[in-house]
T-cell receptor, first 112, second 113 residues
Framework: GENVEQHPSTLSVQEGDSAVIKCTYS??????FPWYKQELGKGPQLIID?????GEKKDQRIAVTLNKTAKHFSLHITETQPEDSAVYFC???????????FGTGTSLTVIP | KAGVTQTPRYLIKTRGQQVTLSCSPI?????VSWYQQTPGQGLQFLFE???????NKGNFPGRFSGRQFSNSRSEMNVSTLELGDSALYLC????????????FGPGTRLLVL
């Protein structure tokens, strides 16, 4: 089955700096890669996603890049704010059903 | 639109008991997936239902089961609870089955004593 690895597990940045979280996947059949933000006591919320026919996608301060050849994708958050502090999960899925494989999460702390 | 709702939000049970958790998907969504989240194992897929049929199943023992009703609401059941079943159980819904965006509920926090 698919294996998704995520790094780093924890990340601290100063407010205003950028944060980058990286994920790799093992199955070349994976073709949909969402990113989720989970705040304490809440379920994961989709923040951005990318499909395999696109190399980069941006939504205001958040961007995701995908390198299909290397089988890795990254989340970039610019101009970080304290409210960006949360646990971020990457995931991968393929055409066979609705099963998602999740990374182990990155705890991001933005220091004011 | 209302989001995914899960009930109850918190639950305390003892070993050997059974538990039923409920999930109401976003209106119009027909696919419901269940996940177990623990600090050690992260988010692990339990199973997925579409049109009252289980379409995918993760690697969990038979004590974990689920079902989906005609209105797309879903329930999951865990029988003969073990201490290791303590976790946050998350439900996610999506429109269809294939590679659709999933929207998560707030989860049910289960503590097994």
């Amino acid at each position: 089955g698919e294996n998704v690895e995520q790094h780093p597990s924890t990340l601290s940045v100063q407010e205003g700096d950028s944060a980058v979280i990286k994920c790799t996947y093992s199955d070349s059949a994976s073709n949909y890669f969402p990113w989720y933000k989970q705040e304490l006591g809440k379920g994961p919320q989709l923040i951005i996603d990318i499909r395999s026919n696109v190399g980069e996608k941006k939504d205001q301060r958040i961007a995701v890049t995908l390198n299909k050849t290397a089988k890795h994708f990254s989340l970039h958050i610019t101009e970080t704010q304290p409210e960006d502090s949360a646990v971020y999960f990457c995931a991968a899925s393929m055409n066979t059903g609705n099963q998602f494989y999740f990374g182990t999460g990155t705890s991001l702390t933005v220091i004011p | 639109k209302a989001g995914v709702t899960q009930t109850p939000r918190y639950l305390i049970k003892t070993r050997g008991q059974q538990v039923t958790l409920s999930c109401s998907p976003i209106s119009g969504h027909r696919s419901v997936s269940w996940y177990q989240q623990t600090p050690g194992q992260g988010l692990q897929f339990l199973f997925e239902y579409f049109s009252e049929t289980q379409r995918n199943k993760g690697n969990f023992p038979g004590r974990f089961s689920g079902r989906q009703f005609s209105n797309s609401r879903s329930e999951m059941n865990v029988s003969t609870l073990e201490l290791g079943d303590s976790a946050l159980y998350l439900c996610a819904s999506s429109l269809q089955v294939l590679r659709e965006t999933q929207y998560f509920g707030p989860g049910t926090r289960l503590l097994v004593l």
